[in-house]
């Protein structure tokens, strides 16, 4: 069974910084996606960034990053130049090519912007 | 922008009463979903929903639950006799599986407080 660890409860940097939030995974599967999930205070979850396991390229959507190790099933996300209105609860997720159904997420990591 | 909506945002209800938690998708969309997410804990898939039948489930998703789409829009949730370990939040996504991955979208969530 696929697993996602988030090994950060909480976290918290100041504007305009940088942070990185950790992730990792344990699958037997080759081909896989990795998400990572924004949830605002009282808000829905929105996806911040996508990686596909079969490309070497770390996915970039503005400010977000993402440094996926595969072989050490690794994901973290960076956020850079932070903004207050980053603070929210962070998940990463895992999702089975061959199974689009069931999402499996880690435990979120909460991140405050400082200002 | 389309968003996925729930309603109540928050539910109260004694142990042993039956829920209903109610759910509107994008409307284009074909793929549903519930999950759970204990406080503190992390996102649970419970099930996932395609062409009025469910396609996936998981262990959690035991007899007291049942989902039903009973008209074009809605997306129903039950939980037939609820216990105290129930209390959580509950979201509903949904995806229109034209991507070849199905990418989710959530909405913000019932909270389900059983006393």
């Known amino acids: 069974a696929q697993t996602v660890t988030q090994s950060q409860p909480e976290m918290s940097v100041q504007e305009a910084e940088t942070v990185t939030l950790s992730c990792t995974y344990d699958?037997?599967?080759?081909?896989?996606?990795l998400f990572w999930y924004k949830q605002p205070p009282s808000r829905q979850m929105i996806l911040v960034i996508r990686?596909?396991?079969?490309?070497?390229q770390n996915a970039t959507e503005n400010r977000f990053s993402v440094n996926f190790q595969k072989a050490a099933k690794s994901f973290s996300l960076k956020i850079s130049d932070s903004q207050l209105g980053d603070t929210a609860m962070y998940f990463c997720?895992?999702?089975?090519?061959?199974?689009?159904?069931?999402?499996?997420f880690g435990a979120g990591t909460r991140l405050t912007v400082k200002p | 922008e389309p968003e996925v909506t729930q309603t109540p945002s928050h539910q109260v209800t004694q142990m042993g009463q039956e829920v209903i938690l109610r759910c509107v998708p994008i409307?284009?969309?074909?793929?549903f979903y519930w999950y759970r997410q204990i406080l503190g804990q992390k996102v649970e898939f419970l099930v996932s929903?395609?062409?009025?039948?469910?396609?996936?489930k998981s262990e959690i998703f035991d007899d007291q639950f049942s989902v039903e789409r009973p008209d074009g829009s809605n997306f129903t949730l039950k939980i037939r006799s609820t216990k105290l370990e129930d209390s959580a939040m509950y979201f509903c996504?949904?995806?229109?599986?034209?991507?070849?991955?199905?990418?989710?979208?959530f909405g913000p969530g019932t909270r389900l407080t059983v006393l």
């Open positions: 996504a949904s995806s229109d599986g034209t991507l070849y991955y199905n990418e989710q979208f």
């Open positions: 699958t037997s599967e080759n081909n896989y996606y």
């Open positions: 990686q596909e396991a079969y490309k070497q």
């Open positions: 997720a895992f999702l089975y090519l061959y199974n689009n159904n069931d999402m499996r």
């Open positions: 409307s284009n969309h074909l793929y």
């Open positions: 929903f395609y062409n009025n039948e469910i396609s996936e």
